[in-house]
Nanobody
Framework: QVQLVESGGGLVQAGGSLRLSCAAS????????TGWFRQAPGKEREFVAR????????YYADSVKGRFTISRDNAKNTVSLQMGSLKPEDTAVYYC???????????????WGQGTQVTVSE
C-alpha cells in the first residue's frame, strides 16, 4: 500500500522559513516524479514544485521560484520543500504527490499525501 506522509507545516511570520518533508512507503520516490502542490481556502489546488525521477531536474511555479527549493533524499525515501521568504499568500495546505510520468497537473499524480497546513502571518 502506497503512503505519502507530509510533515513540517506550521505557523510562521512573513519573511520566515519552513521545511516540509514527505516520507513515502510502498513506493520508491527515486523512480517517481514527486511534486508539491498547495490549496488555499476557496482556491484550486496549484502546482508548487516538482523533482523528476530521472536526473533530478527541478521545476517551480513562478510564484515560488527563488524562494522555495525541492530536494530528494534517496536513502531516506523522502522529498523536502525548503520554503523561505514566506509571504501571507503562501498560506495553504501543502500536499506531496508522486507519479511516474507526472508533470505540473494535479491529475497526473495517482499518489497523494494528506496535506500539512502552512500559515504565514503578517
Amino acid at each position: 500500500q502506497v503512503q505519502l506522509v507530509e510533515s513540517g507545516g506550521g505557523l510562521v511570520q512573513a519573511g520566515g522559513s519552513l521545511r516540509l518533508s514527505c516520507a513515502a512507503s510502498g513506493l520508491t520516490l527515486s523512480s517517481q516524479n514527486t511534486g508539491w502542490f498547495r490549496q488555499a481556502p476557496g482556491k484550486e489546488r496549484e502546482f508548487v514544485a516538482r523533482v523528476a525521477w530521472s536526473v533530478r531536474n527541478t521545476y517551480y511555479a513562478d510564484s515560488v521560484k527563488g524562494r522555495f527549493t525541492i530536494s530528494r533524499d534517496n536513502a531516506k525515501n523522502t522529498v523536502s520543500l525548503q520554503m523561505g521568504s514566506l509571504k501571507p499568500e503562501d498560506t495553504a495546505v501543502y500536499y506531496c504527490a508522486a507519479g511516474r510520468f507526472a508533470g505540473r497537473a494535479a491529475n497526473d499524480y495517482p499518489h497523494w499525501g494528506q496535506g500539512t497546513q502552512v500559515t504565514v502571518s503578517e
